[in-house]
């Protein structure tokens, strides 16, 4: 019954921008950490992006300062800005939702190529 639905992922020329979203359904939004993951053909899947339900951000190292998310507990969004976008951003991007277990989205595509 819980759906994470995410949208916004697509074909960018590095250095180009791109907004993900994840629409929630199901779930206690406003009580929820939400975050963005990332899944490279051939890699493990990491953790791009994290919001508590408080507001506090914090972000994979490599993607700092370029990636912004936030939230909008009135839609039950979450959003990942992603600014800069290089070859390596390029992965299957899924939002994740936390409260006493953790929710998975179906992933949205994000390539980078000239």
């Known amino acids: 019954q819980v759906q994470l639905v995410e949208s916004g992922g697509g074909l960018v020329q590095p250095g180009g921008s791109l907004r993900l979203s994840c629409a929630a359904s199901?779930?206690?939004?406003?009580?929820?950490?939400m975050a963005w993951y990332r899944q490279a053909p051939g890699k493990q899947r990491e953790l791009a992006a994290i919001i508590t339900s408080s507001g506090v951000t914090d972000y994979l190292v490599s993607v700092k300062g370029r990636f912004t998310i936030s939230r909008d507990n009135a839609k039950n969004t979450v959003y990942l800005q992603m600014n800069s976008l290089k070859p390596e951003d390029t992965a299957v991007y899924y939002c994740?939702?936390?409260?006493?277990?953790?929710?998975w989205g179906q992933g949205t595509q994000v390539t980078v190529s000239s």
């Open positions: 199901g779930i206690m939004f406003s009580l929820a950490t």
């Open positions: 994740n939702a936390a409260t006493d277990y953790n929710y």
